[in-house]
């Protein structure tokens, strides 16, 4: 089975040139939205909250900063 990819726009809402679109693998029992940590200046000031841990698919469990809010639009559909 080959794995889904699909165009994404990650934005900064309160900013909107504050943009990053990208190609991105869906994994349809993730929770969270995960981008590399290198890309978080393109989207300027966001929020942080506490750090969150997560089990990755190979059941390696890794800690790391939410930050937010941002507004994504996969392939066409509506932002959320």
């Given at each position: ?7 994404v ?16 693998l ?12 290198a ?42």
């Amino acid at each position: 089975m080959r794995p889904l990819i699909t165009p994404v726009s990650v934005t900064n809402p309160f900013d909107e040139e504050k943009a990053l679109p990208c190609d991105a693998l869906v994994d349809t029992g993730a929770a969270y939205l995960v981008l590399p940590s290198a890309w978080r200046a393109e989207f300027g000031m966001l929020h942080s909250s506490n750090e969150v841990v997560v089990e990755t698919a190979t059941q390696t469990v890794v800690r790391g900063p939410i930050g937010g809010p941002v507004k994504s639009q996969i392939a066409g559909f509506r932002p959320v």
